[in-house]
């Protein structure tokens, strides 16, 4: 039993190893390029092979890491990165769990950007039939900026001697270092809760690549890209450029300028509208002035035709055409009263009055029904008889045949 004594399980000898490791290699930092990459879509961790020239190593980067990533990693890039060694016990596979990754350089840094820009110019992010037109006359405009930013001052500024009738709407946010892009992404779709918005206005001042890296990340272009609401950039200086620049509705070279986008100037608007007034009132003058021409010549050509005799000779058919209809009226009326009166007196000649005044007379039997057939009473039983000139009672004495 002894020889058996200190032999390891697998499970415990990696446990061993990682412990060791650990121990030994924890808070370094290390270089290479990242091949095989993976950002697994619903954990969110990141996978991937970190190499040199002679050898390779199995990294991990949790999501409580990876969030407050400033570029998207990708096969190629040359990093930097900060952990521990440790052992997948598992698997017995020893990797490197990262904390921090830095691209290395500035230039590494101008690369993520390029390489996020390539890919989400093909993925169609940056195609102009996406992008929407901006609201000539806004009524109601969101501000995503820092709130004690120059570049907000700036805005206001802009917008209020431009028109001070617009309202404004600031929702304050980092504009650099951890966290700044999550809350941009909040920002853009708390204004997309809103049902009167009409334009966003994403704004920064000027900086470094690293200042203004949070309007490079892709979760914001894709936040922009989502959103219903149209949106101007104005990110940083003139020349800077950032991937918040080619996703927006618009891109305006600085803050102020992104301001004098997104409202029209009043006193332009205003002789706008008295022009577009004086316009209106020549083509009515215009308008009439043809009409009063035409009208003239109908007039003209009215009183060449002699329009005055065919109007009394219409007149006149008119007149003839009364007569007729009141002669033809009038004969139908006593034709139809004539055969009304025949056919009234028709009736009164049949009516049971008369016929009673001819000498007839209306059995009636006790209960005041009249008598049709003979066998309608019993011998014996009384009657009545009712004739032109009142009633007499009588009684059934018998039964007649034909």
């Not at 619903?42 to 199995?58: A, C, I, Q, V, W």
């Not at 096969?75 to 904390?99: I, N, S």
């Not at 007729?324 to 009304?340: A, D, G, P």
């Not at 009673?356 to 019993?378: K, T, W």
Request: net charge neutral.
């Amino acid at each position: 039993m002894s020889e058996f004594q200190d032999c390891y399980t697998v499970s415990n000898l990696n446990r061993k190893i990682r412990d060791l490791l650990e121990y030994q290699l924890i808070d370094i930092w290390v270089k290479g390029e990242i091949s095989n990459f993976h950002h697994h879509p619903s954990s969110g961790h990141m996978y991937f092979t970190l190499k040199d020239g002679g050898s390779e190593l199995r990294c991990t980067m949790f999501r409580m890491n990876n969030s407050y990533l400033k570029f998207k990693p990708s096969d190629g890039m040359e990093v930097r990165l900060f952990g521990l060694v440790t052992v997948y016990e598992k698997r017995g596979q020893v990797q490197f769990k990262v904390t921090n990754m830095e691209p290395l350089g500035l230039g590494d840094l101008y690369r993520a950007y390029e390489l996020l820009k390539r890919s989400l110019d093909e993925e169609g992010l940056f195609d102009d039939r996406h992008k929407m037109k901006i609201p000539p006359y806004p009524n109601k405009i969101g501000i995503i900026t820092s709130g004690s930013g120059s570049a907000y001052q700036d805005i206001l500024n802009v917008l209020s001697r431009r028109n001070p009738n617009i309202d404004v709407l600031l929702k304050s946010v980092k504009v650099q270092g951890n966290g700044s892009a999550e809350e941009i992404v909040d920002a853009i779709e708390i204004f997309n809760n809103y049902d009167d918005v009409d334009l966003l206005v994403i704004a920064r001042g000027g900086g470094s690549i690293e200042d203004l890296w949070s309007f490079n990340e892709e979760k914001v272009a894709r936040a922009i890209f989502d959103s219903s609401i149209p949106i101007i950039s104005g990110i940083g200086h003139e020349t800077d450029y950032t991937i918040t620049d080619f996703v927006s509705d618009l891109r305006a070279p600085t803050p102020s300028a992104a301001a004098e986008l997104a409202v029209p100037q009043l006193d332009d608007l205003l002789s706008y509208l008295a022009e577009t007034k004086n316009r209106l009132i020549r083509s009515v003058i215009q308008l009439l002035e043809q009409k009063w021409q035409i009208k003239d010549q109908l007039q003209k050509r009215a009183s060449y035709q002699q329009p005055i005799k065919k109007i009394e000779r219409q007149f006149e058919k008119l007149n003839i055409l009364h007569d007729r209809s009141v002669k033809l009226i009038n004969f139908k009326y006593e034709k139809w009263f004539q055969h009304t009166e025949y056919l009234s007196k028709q009736l009164l000649s049949l009516g049971p009055k008369q016929v009673l005044e001819r000498g007839y007379a209306i059995p009636f039997n006790q209960s005041g029904e009249i008598i049709r057939r003979a066998d309608q009473i019993s011998i014996g039983e009384g009657f009545e008889l009712k004739t032109a000139k009142g009633s007499l009672g009588a009684k059934k004495t018998s039964d007649i045949s034909k």
